[in-house]
């Protein structure tokens, strides 16, 4: 459990850091993305490095919290499930910073965590 804890801990921390580091773009235009972008690279480079590092970590959170919500529905009850709303709390405690750079991180990363879901090794019979 403690594991969940720096998973969680650490997913937080890292979207916290990526919408910070983010340039702040004001889009007018679709150009206007790019041309902020290449005006601040060392925040941009950073919110990258930091985006990818939390994109994996919530992605494989996010395939446990998906592997324990496939067990509930067969009936097996783990503890493991708190993470699953201590984990939505967090992420709606990253929209208060950044409402569009935490759709963002979250869409994708659950995207992520379902690809790399084997429901054949974890005992899934649908795979």
Same mark, same amino acid.
């Given at each position: ?31 206007? $993305?790019?041309v %902020? =972008?290449?005006?601040? @690279? ?9 985006? #990818? !590092? &939390? ?21 097996? $009850?783990?503890? %493991? =499930?708190?993470?699953? @709303? ?9 929209? #208060? !910073? &950044? ?9 994708l ?9 084997d ?9």
């Amino acid at each position: 459990m403690m594991h969940y804890a720096v998973r969680l801990t650490g997913t937080f921390l890292l979207g916290y850091l990526f919408i910070k580091w983010f340039p702040d773009v004001k889009i007018h235009h679709a150009s206007d $993305v790019i041309v %902020e =972008l290449v005006l601040h @690279p060392v925040e941009f480079f950073a919110a990258s490095i930091v985006f #990818i !590092f &939390g994109f994996i970590v919530q992605g494989n959170l996010l395939k446990f919290e998906i592997f324990y919500v496939l067990r509930l529905f067969k009936g097996n $009850v783990h503890r %493991e =499930l708190l993470i699953v @709303p201590i984990h939505a709390c967090m992420i709606y405690g990253l929209t #208060i !910073f &950044g409402l569009w750079e935490t759709l963002f991180f979250s869409f994708l990363a659950v995207f992520y965590g379902i690809i790399s879901l084997d429901l054949r090794r974890q005992g899934g019979h649908h795979a």
